[in-house]
């Protein structure tokens, strides 16, 4: 893969750590920023758009487990957990708070940097492709040609309404975010409609349900996450 310009935030309290992952993944291409602590690796990681965080566990001021928490509510950029504690338990609570991988110290430098780059891979392939075209939008199993204001999931039509069709633009221009429901009535419906939140919750359903008519993966691009909203997945895969 071509990791030109590719940026990736190093988050460990040792220097000598930072210093050899910078050295390994700077002879990579990539460009590393780096600190040592919870709260600055927040700061940057919300400020910027990291295309991977390596980050520590243990770390003064936020752990590495609260750095990560508060990221995901965010931000869905990918984290790899780095620890010197191997037990399943920290594992576990790494993945629960949305880590992509976690690699255990002592560890091979050169495995962290082809970790690093099976996550990227993933990630890029995830991303919509970039056309000619700037109102197409191209993933797996979906394409919305914003121009002719048409929607094909697996290369056949799907019918929407004039607000489903905005509902699905709004959430596939915006993939891996979260929008809360009154956020979604805020922006996609404007100021025609004052009233439920669950009219977002029915053009969700219907959406899904003729998207599923051509693709079932499409229709579980539309995430519901819990207590906060709607999400576009760009990571969907299927699993059968």
Do not use: C
């Given at each position: 893969?071509?990791?030109?310009?590719?940026?990736?935030?190093?988050?460990?309290?040792?220097?000598?750590?930072?210093?050899?992952?910078?050295?390994?993944?700077?002879?990579?291409?990539?460009?590393?920023?780096?600190?040592?602590?919870?709260?600055?690796a927040?700061?940057?990681?919300?400020?910027?758009?990291?295309?991977?965080?390596?980050?520590?566990?243990?770390?003064?001021?936020?752990?590495?487990?609260?750095?990560?928490?508060?990221?995901?509510?965010?931000?869905?950029?990918?984290?790899?957990?780095?620890?010197?504690?191997?037990?399943?338990?920290?594992?576990?609570?790494g993945?629960?708070?949305?880590?992509?991988?976690?690699?255990?110290?002592?560890?091979?430098?050169?495995?962290?940097?082809?970790?690093?780059?099976?996550?990227?891979k993933?990630?890029q392939l995830?991303?919509?492709?970039?056309?000619?075209?700037?109102?197409?939008?191209?993933?797996?199993?979906?394409?919305?040609?914003?121009?002719?204001?048409?929607?094909?999931?697996?290369?056949?039509?799907?019918?929407?309404?004039?607000?489903?069709?905005?509902?699905?633009?709004?959430?596939?221009?915006?993939?891996?975010?979260?929008?809360?429901?009154?956020?979604?009535?805020?922006?996609?419906?404007?100021?025609?409609?004052?009233?439920?939140?669950?009219?977002?919750?029915?053009?969700?359903?219907?959406?899904?349900?003729?998207?599923?008519?051509?693709?079932?993966?499409?229709?579980?691009?539309?995430?519901?996450?819990?207590?906060?909203?709607?999400?576009?997945?760009?990571?969907?895969?299927?699993?059968?």
């Open positions: 893969m071509n990791n030109d310009a590719m940026n990736i935030l190093v988050v460990d309290d040792e220097d000598r750590i930072r210093r050899l992952l910078k050295m390994y993944l700077e002879r990579e291409n990539f460009i590393i920023t780096e600190t040592g602590n919870g709260e600055d927040l700061f940057l990681a919300l400020e910027n758009d990291y295309d991977l965080i390596l980050l520590d566990l243990m770390l003064p001021k936020l752990d590495g487990i609260e750095v990560a928490k508060q990221l995901r509510e965010k931000k869905e950029t990918p984290i790899m957990m780095l620890t010197a504690k191997g037990e399943e338990t920290n594992r576990v609570q993945f629960e708070v949305g880590a992509d991988d976690y690699i255990v110290k002592p560890f091979s430098p050169r495995e962290v940097v082809l970790r690093v780059v099976a996550i990227l993933r990630t995830a991303k919509p492709k970039k056309q000619e075209n700037p109102d197409l939008i191209i993933f797996p199993h979906l394409e919305i040609d914003n121009q002719a204001h048409r929607v094909l999931s697996d290369g056949k039509p799907v019918n929407l309404t004039p607000k489903e069709y905005d509902l699905l633009l709004y959430l596939a221009q915006a993939p891996d975010q979260i929008f809360g429901r009154e956020q979604l009535l805020r922006e996609v419906w404007k100021y025609e409609f004052f009233g439920d939140l669950r009219t977002v919750d029915t053009h969700v359903k219907r959406l899904r349900e003729k998207l599923a008519q051509q693709s079932e993966v499409a229709s579980k691009m539309i995430v519901t996450v819990w207590g906060l909203g709607y999400k576009f997945n760009s990571h969907y895969e299927n699993k059968e």
